[in-house]
């Protein structure tokens, strides 16, 4: 097998800011797998939280990639990954999401099986996925929300952790009269101390939002789960529910758990994480970082194991080099074409609002050639 690896800027459509950041535009790296003429491809992103810089990403995707051409085929290489054969020691999660990615979009094309199918799930999930409205003014999130309930989305994620609560408050008022039929989620991002929260969940109840994801700020699973035990609406556990292990001590004590295949390690440990959930009281919800249509469609072919979906990280950009998955009506679909079924939307090497670095391979075993 041989490894192509290539990295581009993904530029926002407009700055999303949340309670700790603002981010306009970020790093991805692309990994594509080859195999007797066929290409896999996989995708992972910078991120700040995570510590991952561009550097640090191109230099732990060409580990992994050199440690690829070692199998001789993608089905061989996709078992030494689920049993932790594959990648280094302390190998990123969303490195190992981009792998394991680039390895079923392979062996789904090699098979001409889609990847729900050998997933699980015989039709192509379809879901209602959540679209984000960052810390801005009430009138801009109002605005936001009317044209996003014209599209088709039923499900809002209303960012929050304003340093003026009564902020946060109109910014969900104006979006409630704005989009009364949708479904809310709220987004502090860990920014509220166990105090404002108390105080605020209760207020947000009534303004009919639905859950809240991550109020307190993570390293304190305890508090949060006191905090659930108390609350008034679903509280959702996010940058406290990293791993299995997160997942394994807050089932049951809180109302749901944000899996993001870039922080879990790809696909097969997220359905680990939803088989663990089941019949603890504890609902999975499926979430992403801002990427691709590459990076996001992994998530997209598990769905429907999800109360909640939020699957919009492609929907945020400026231009999305891949097509696959939709979006824009509210709701994300698999493809029903073998592996991933997402495709360079034209000539993604040149297309606005993508900034191409200079590819890298690994060359093993197979055919050689470049990224498609």
Not at 45 to 50: A, D, E, L, M
Not at 71 to 82: Q, S
Request: hydrophobic share 45%; proline share 7%; glycine share 10%.
């Amino acid at each position: 097998m041989n490894t192509t690896q290539r990295t581009v800027r993904l530029v926002l459509t407009e700055p999303l800011r949340i309670s700790r950041s603002t981010m306009s535009a970020r790093d991805a790296v692309w990994l594509t797998v080859e195999h007797e003429g066929l290409r896999g491809h996989g995708e992972a992103v910078t991120s700040v939280f995570y510590g991952l810089d561009t550097p640090a990403l191109q230099r732990l995707s060409a580990e992994a990639g050199e440690r690829l051409t070692r199998f001789a085929g993608p089905e061989t290489a996709l078992h030494a990954l689920r049993v932790g054969e594959l990648t280094a020691p302390g190998t990123p999660a969303a490195v190992t999401a981009a792998v394991e990615a680039a390895l079923l979009d392979l062996v789904g094309k090699r098979t001409a099986t889609a990847v729900h199918r050998f997933l699980g799930s015989a039709t192509p999930p379809r879901a209602a996925t959540a679209r984000t409205i960052s810390l801005t003014s009430p009138g801009r999130a109002a605005a936001q929300a009317r044209r996003l309930a014209d599209a088709g989305f039923r499900l809002i994620k209303v960012k929050a952790g304003d340093r003026d609560e009564e902020a946060d408050l109109d910014r969900v008022r104006a979006v409630r009269a704005a989009a009364p039929g949708a479904r809310i989620l709220l987004d502090p991002n860990g920014a509220w101390s166990t105090g404002r929260a108390r105080a605020l969940l209760p207020r947000f109840a009534d303004l009919g939002v639905e859950a809240v994801e991550q109020p307190l700020a993570p390293g304190d699973p305890d508090a949060l789960a006191r905090l659930a035990a108390r609350s008034p609406l679903p509280v959702i556990a996010d940058e406290d529910a990293v791993t299995y292990e997160d997942a394994r001590r807050l089932a049951g004590r809180v109302h749901g758990v944000n899996v993001k295949l870039a922080k879990c390690g790809g696909v097969h440990a997220a359905l680990r994480i939803a088989a663990l959930l089941e019949g603890s009281g504890t609902d999975l919800m499926l979430g992403c970082l801002t990427a691709s249509t590459l990076g996001i469609a992994p998530a997209v072919h598990i769905a429907h194991r999800a109360r909640w979906t939020d699957l919009d990280g492609h929907l945020l950009l400026a231009h999305d080099p891949w097509t696959g998955i939709g979006g824009a009506d509210g709701y994300v679909t698999a493809p029903g074409l073998p592996g991933l079924g997402v495709r360079p939307r034209g000539a993604a090497a040149g297309a606005p609002g993508t900034a191409p670095a200079p590819r890298t391979r690994t060359q093993g075993a197979g055919v050689p050639g470049a990224v498609s």
